[in-house]
Protein backbone atom coordinates (compact mmCIF):
# COMPACT_ATOMS: atom_id res chain seq x y z
CA UNK A 1 0.00 0.00 0.00
CA UNK A 2 1.75 3.65 -0.93
CA UNK A 3 2.19 5.98 2.15
CA UNK A 4 0.53 8.64 1.92
CA UNK A 5 1.61 10.72 4.86
CA UNK A 6 5.18 10.29 2.69
CA UNK A 7 6.79 14.06 2.13
CA UNK A 8 9.23 13.31 -0.55
CA UNK A 9 9.98 15.72 -3.22
CA UNK A 10 7.42 17.88 -1.03
CA UNK A 11 9.28 21.88 -0.60
CA UNK A 12 7.41 22.66 3.13
CA UNK A 13 7.78 26.24 4.50
CA UNK A 14 6.85 26.15 8.55
CA UNK A 15 6.71 29.44 10.48
CA UNK A 16 7.52 29.66 13.51
CA UNK A 17 10.16 26.40 13.70
CA UNK A 18 12.43 27.71 16.18
CA UNK A 19 10.53 25.75 19.08
CA UNK A 20 7.86 23.97 20.21
CA UNK A 21 5.43 22.64 17.91
CA UNK A 22 7.15 24.04 14.79
CA UNK A 23 10.47 22.54 15.58
CA UNK A 24 8.85 19.39 16.18
CA UNK A 25 7.11 19.24 12.89
CA UNK A 26 9.76 20.09 10.94
CA UNK A 27 11.42 17.28 12.32
CA UNK A 28 8.71 15.13 11.45
CA UNK A 29 8.05 16.39 7.73
CA UNK A 30 11.36 15.99 7.58
CA UNK A 31 12.14 12.45 8.27
CA UNK A 32 9.24 11.90 6.16
CA UNK A 33 11.57 13.18 3.32
CA UNK A 34 10.61 17.17 2.76
CA UNK A 35 13.10 20.09 1.92
CA UNK A 36 11.89 21.93 4.75
CA UNK A 37 11.92 25.80 4.24
CA UNK A 38 12.59 27.60 7.68
CA UNK A 39 10.86 30.70 8.71
CA UNK A 40 11.08 32.39 11.77
CA UNK A 41 11.82 35.56 13.99
CA UNK A 42 14.81 33.86 15.40
CA UNK A 43 17.44 31.13 14.12
CA UNK A 44 16.51 27.54 14.43
CA UNK A 45 19.68 25.42 15.80
CA UNK A 46 19.06 22.68 13.52
CA UNK A 47 19.78 23.02 10.05
CA UNK A 48 17.02 23.10 7.70
CA UNK A 49 17.76 23.42 3.67
CA UNK A 50 16.57 27.25 4.41
CA UNK A 51 16.41 30.07 6.84
CA UNK A 52 14.22 32.97 6.76
CA UNK A 53 13.78 35.44 9.23
CA UNK A 54 10.60 37.60 9.45
CA UNK A 55 8.71 39.35 12.21
CA UNK A 56 5.35 38.11 11.37
CA UNK A 57 3.39 41.12 13.18
CA UNK A 58 5.13 42.75 9.84
CA UNK A 59 2.83 42.20 6.42
CA UNK A 60 5.49 43.94 4.32
CA UNK A 61 8.25 41.22 5.79
CA UNK A 62 5.66 38.67 5.04
CA UNK A 63 5.16 39.58 1.28
CA UNK A 64 9.28 40.11 1.27
CA UNK A 65 9.62 36.41 2.81
CA UNK A 66 6.82 34.72 0.08
CA UNK A 67 8.28 36.04 -2.54
CA UNK A 68 11.58 35.15 -1.36
CA UNK A 69 10.11 31.26 -0.85
CA UNK A 70 8.66 31.64 -4.69
CA UNK A 71 11.57 32.53 -6.41
CA UNK A 72 13.27 29.72 -5.08
CA UNK A 73 11.16 26.67 -5.75
CA UNK A 74 7.60 25.22 -5.57
CA UNK A 75 5.81 25.67 -2.26
CA UNK A 76 3.61 22.71 -1.74
CA UNK A 77 2.92 23.01 2.35
CA UNK A 78 2.91 25.69 4.54
CA UNK A 79 2.55 25.16 7.98
CA UNK A 80 1.89 28.39 10.64
CA UNK A 81 3.38 27.63 13.91
CA UNK A 82 4.73 31.07 15.16
CA UNK A 83 2.89 32.54 17.98
CA UNK A 84 2.37 34.47 20.97
CA UNK A 85 1.15 33.55 24.31
CA UNK A 86 -0.78 36.63 26.37
CA UNK A 87 0.66 37.76 29.84
CA UNK A 88 3.60 40.22 29.34
CA UNK A 89 2.82 40.21 25.33
CA UNK A 90 0.13 43.15 24.19
CA UNK A 91 -3.06 41.99 23.04
CA UNK A 92 -2.21 44.28 20.06
CA UNK A 93 1.24 42.18 19.60
CA UNK A 94 -0.55 38.54 20.27
CA UNK A 95 -3.34 39.28 17.90
CA UNK A 96 -0.74 40.54 14.58
CA UNK A 97 1.18 37.03 15.46
CA UNK A 98 -1.53 34.69 15.98
CA UNK A 99 -4.16 35.84 13.42
CA UNK A 100 -3.29 38.67 11.55
CA UNK A 101 0.03 37.50 10.47
CA UNK A 102 -1.09 34.11 10.02
CA UNK A 103 -4.11 34.95 7.51
CA UNK A 104 -1.64 37.80 6.07
CA UNK A 105 1.14 34.45 5.24
CA UNK A 106 -1.85 32.30 4.33
CA UNK A 107 -2.82 34.82 1.38
CA UNK A 108 -0.08 35.37 0.46
CA UNK A 109 1.06 31.82 -0.48
CA UNK A 110 -2.37 30.56 -1.96
CA UNK A 111 -1.45 32.54 -5.23
CA UNK A 112 1.90 30.59 -5.30
CA UNK A 113 0.70 27.14 -4.93
CA UNK A 114 -1.24 24.32 -7.13
CA UNK A 115 -4.60 22.58 -6.12
CA UNK A 116 -3.95 19.81 -4.05
CA UNK A 117 -1.44 21.91 -2.31
CA UNK A 118 -2.29 22.34 1.90
CA UNK A 119 -2.48 24.82 4.17
CA UNK A 120 -2.02 23.94 8.33
CA UNK A 121 -2.23 26.30 11.15
CA UNK A 122 -2.30 26.15 14.52
CA UNK A 123 -5.11 27.79 16.74
CA UNK A 124 -5.80 26.39 20.50
CA UNK A 125 -8.49 24.76 22.85
CA UNK A 126 -8.80 28.55 24.03
CA UNK A 127 -10.78 29.24 20.58
CA UNK A 128 -13.23 26.60 21.49
CA UNK A 129 -16.26 29.83 22.25
CA UNK A 130 -15.65 30.94 18.84
CA UNK A 131 -19.63 30.10 17.88
CA UNK A 132 -20.84 32.48 20.97
CA UNK A 133 -18.86 35.52 19.11
CA UNK A 134 -19.43 34.56 15.92
CA UNK A 135 -20.79 37.97 14.47
CA UNK A 136 -17.69 39.59 16.42
CA UNK A 137 -15.42 37.69 14.52
CA UNK A 138 -17.07 38.24 10.96
CA UNK A 139 -16.29 41.85 11.63
CA UNK A 140 -13.09 41.47 11.67
CA UNK A 141 -13.07 38.42 8.75
CA UNK A 142 -14.73 41.20 6.46
CA UNK A 143 -11.75 43.60 7.00
CA UNK A 144 -9.22 41.59 4.29
CA UNK A 145 -6.59 44.22 4.57
CA UNK A 146 -4.15 43.96 7.31
CA UNK A 147 -3.68 47.65 7.89
CA UNK A 148 -7.47 48.09 8.00
CA UNK A 149 -8.01 45.10 10.48
CA UNK A 150 -4.83 46.12 12.65
CA UNK A 151 -6.92 49.09 13.22
CA UNK A 152 -9.84 47.51 13.89
CA UNK A 153 -7.66 45.16 16.72
CA UNK A 154 -5.88 48.56 18.12
CA UNK A 155 -10.01 49.89 18.32
CA UNK A 156 -10.98 47.08 20.49
CA UNK A 157 -7.74 47.51 22.74
CA UNK A 158 -8.46 50.88 23.53
CA UNK A 159 -12.31 50.04 24.03
CA UNK A 160 -10.80 47.65 26.22
CA UNK A 161 -12.65 44.75 25.02
CA UNK A 162 -9.59 43.08 23.91
CA UNK A 163 -8.59 39.62 25.33
CA UNK A 164 -5.89 38.92 22.66
CA UNK A 165 -4.89 35.09 23.21
CA UNK A 166 -8.14 33.27 22.67
CA UNK A 167 -9.65 35.99 20.72
CA UNK A 168 -6.59 35.28 18.39
CA UNK A 169 -7.68 31.75 18.45
CA UNK A 170 -11.23 31.96 17.83
CA UNK A 171 -10.29 34.46 14.87
CA UNK A 172 -8.14 31.36 13.49
CA UNK A 173 -10.74 28.90 13.68
CA UNK A 174 -13.66 31.21 12.16
CA UNK A 175 -11.13 32.48 9.56
CA UNK A 176 -10.50 28.52 8.91
CA UNK A 177 -13.91 27.25 8.95
CA UNK A 178 -15.42 30.68 7.19
CA UNK A 179 -12.77 31.17 4.37
CA UNK A 180 -11.54 27.60 3.99
CA UNK A 181 -14.08 26.36 1.99
CA UNK A 182 -14.16 29.44 -0.71
CA UNK A 183 -10.33 29.35 -0.72
CA UNK A 184 -10.64 25.78 -1.38
CA UNK A 185 -13.17 26.10 -4.03
CA UNK A 186 -11.40 28.60 -5.90
CA UNK A 187 -7.64 27.24 -5.63
CA UNK A 188 -8.30 23.86 -4.98
CA UNK A 189 -5.31 24.40 -1.72
CA UNK A 190 -6.97 23.04 1.34
CA UNK A 191 -6.47 24.57 4.64
CA UNK A 192 -7.14 23.18 7.83
CA UNK A 193 -5.95 24.12 11.39
CA UNK A 194 -5.57 22.06 14.93
CA UNK A 195 -6.77 23.17 18.20
CA UNK A 196 -4.62 21.71 20.40
CA UNK A 197 -4.99 21.50 24.55
CA UNK A 198 -1.84 21.86 27.12
CA UNK A 199 1.16 20.91 25.59
CA UNK A 200 5.04 21.14 26.69
CA UNK A 201 6.57 23.77 25.05
CA UNK A 202 8.41 26.83 25.91
CA UNK A 203 4.92 28.85 25.46
CA UNK A 204 3.58 26.51 28.72
CA UNK A 205 6.31 28.45 31.00
CA UNK A 206 4.10 31.65 30.17
CA UNK A 207 0.65 30.08 30.17
CA UNK A 208 1.89 28.88 34.27
CA UNK A 209 2.97 32.17 34.69
CA UNK A 210 -0.29 34.05 33.20
CA UNK A 211 -3.07 31.93 34.58
CA UNK A 212 -0.86 29.91 37.34
CA UNK A 213 0.21 26.23 37.81
CA UNK A 214 -2.95 25.25 39.59
CA UNK A 215 -5.40 26.25 36.49
CA UNK A 216 -3.31 24.34 34.24
CA UNK A 217 -2.65 21.13 36.90
CA UNK A 218 -6.70 21.32 36.61
CA UNK A 219 -7.23 22.09 32.73
CA UNK A 220 -9.53 19.14 31.74
CA UNK A 221 -6.71 16.22 30.55
CA UNK A 222 -9.07 13.22 29.43
CA UNK A 223 -5.41 10.97 28.75
CA UNK A 224 -4.15 12.10 32.15
CA UNK A 225 -1.09 14.22 31.09
CA UNK A 226 -0.54 16.87 28.46
CA UNK A 227 0.08 16.48 25.12
CA UNK A 228 3.87 16.51 23.60
CA UNK A 229 4.71 18.81 20.30
CA UNK A 230 5.40 15.58 18.51
CA UNK A 231 1.65 14.74 18.87
CA UNK A 232 0.55 18.04 17.58
CA UNK A 233 3.46 17.59 15.21
CA UNK A 234 2.17 14.81 13.69
CA UNK A 235 -1.58 15.98 13.56
CA UNK A 236 -0.35 18.75 11.44
CA UNK A 237 1.42 16.50 9.73
CA UNK A 238 -1.38 14.59 8.61
CA UNK A 239 -3.96 17.16 7.65
CA UNK A 240 -1.12 18.64 5.12
CA UNK A 241 -0.45 15.15 3.97
CA UNK A 242 -2.48 13.44 0.47
CA UNK A 243 -3.86 11.12 3.83
CA UNK A 244 -5.92 14.04 4.55
CA UNK A 245 -7.19 14.97 0.76
CA UNK A 246 -10.30 15.44 1.09
CA UNK A 247 -10.19 17.43 4.64
CA UNK A 248 -10.70 21.33 3.97
CA UNK A 249 -12.44 23.99 5.88
CA UNK A 250 -11.92 22.07 9.16
CA UNK A 251 -10.52 22.97 13.02
CA UNK A 252 -9.37 19.36 14.46
CA UNK A 253 -9.41 19.65 18.24
CA UNK A 254 -6.10 17.91 19.17
CA UNK A 255 -6.91 17.85 23.11
CA UNK A 256 -7.63 14.33 24.18
CA UNK A 257 -11.15 15.43 24.01
CA UNK A 258 -11.50 18.32 26.80
CA UNK A 259 -13.13 20.88 24.19
CA UNK A 260 -15.77 17.75 23.40
CA UNK A 261 -16.54 17.06 26.94
CA UNK A 262 -16.72 21.11 27.93
CA UNK A 263 -19.03 21.17 25.40
CA UNK A 264 -21.36 18.81 25.37
CA UNK A 265 -20.93 18.91 29.63
CA UNK A 266 -19.68 15.76 30.07
CA UNK A 267 -16.49 17.75 31.47
CA UNK A 268 -17.40 19.57 34.12
CA UNK A 269 -15.93 23.18 33.42
CA UNK A 270 -16.47 23.85 37.40
CA UNK A 271 -13.83 21.66 38.09
CA UNK A 272 -10.98 24.12 37.39
CA UNK A 273 -9.62 25.78 39.55
N1 LIG B 1 1.90 25.10 24.19
C1 LIG B 1 0.59 25.02 24.39
O1 LIG B 1 0.09 24.55 25.43
C2 LIG B 1 -0.35 25.48 23.30
C3 LIG B 1 -1.70 25.09 23.38
C4 LIG B 1 -2.57 25.49 22.36
C5 LIG B 1 -2.10 26.22 21.29
N2 LIG B 1 -0.77 26.59 21.25
C6 LIG B 1 -0.34 27.35 20.07
O2 LIG B 1 0.62 26.59 19.36
C7 LIG B 1 1.42 27.46 18.54
C8 LIG B 1 2.88 27.07 18.69
O3 LIG B 1 3.30 27.40 20.00
P1 LIG B 1 4.29 26.49 20.86
O4 LIG B 1 3.53 25.99 22.02
O5 LIG B 1 4.99 25.56 19.97
O6 LIG B 1 5.27 27.63 21.44
P2 LIG B 1 6.72 28.13 21.07
O7 LIG B 1 6.89 29.39 21.82
O8 LIG B 1 7.70 27.03 21.28
O9 LIG B 1 6.66 28.42 19.50
C9 LIG B 1 6.29 29.65 18.96
C10 LIG B 1 7.16 29.92 17.73
O10 LIG B 1 6.73 31.17 17.15
C11 LIG B 1 7.88 31.94 16.85
N3 LIG B 1 7.53 33.37 16.86
C12 LIG B 1 7.13 34.11 17.92
N4 LIG B 1 6.94 35.39 17.56
C13 LIG B 1 7.20 35.46 16.22
C14 LIG B 1 7.17 36.51 15.27
N5 LIG B 1 6.86 37.77 15.62
N6 LIG B 1 7.50 36.22 14.00
C15 LIG B 1 7.86 34.95 13.64
N7 LIG B 1 7.91 33.92 14.49
C16 LIG B 1 7.58 34.16 15.78
C17 LIG B 1 8.88 31.57 17.95
O11 LIG B 1 10.22 31.93 17.62
C18 LIG B 1 8.66 30.06 18.05
O12 LIG B 1 9.42 29.35 17.09
C19 LIG B 1 1.08 28.87 19.00
O13 LIG B 1 0.15 29.45 18.10
C20 LIG B 1 0.37 28.64 20.33
O14 LIG B 1 -0.52 29.68 20.66
C21 LIG B 1 0.10 26.24 22.22
Known amino acids: MKNLLNYEDKRVVIVGCYSGMGEATARIVGGLGAEVVAVDIKKPSVEHSKYLEVDCRDPSAIDAVVGEIAAGG???????????PGGSFSNVDVM?????????????????MKRGDSIATISSGAGMA??????????????????????????????GSLE????????????????????????????N???PGPTD????GHFIENVGQTFMDDFPKPIGRNSTAEEQGWALAYLNSAAASYISGENL???????????????DMTQMA
Not at 96 to 109: P, Q, T
Open 96 to 112: SVNFLGLRHMVEACVPR
Open 164 to 191: GYSFSKMCTIAYTLHRGPLLTQETGVRI
Open 253 to 267: FTDGGASGGLMTGSI
Open 130 to 159: YMMVLDRLKELLALSDHAEALRWVQGAEAE
Open 201 to 204: TPMM
Open 193 to 195: CIS
Open 74 to 84: PLDSLFYCAGL
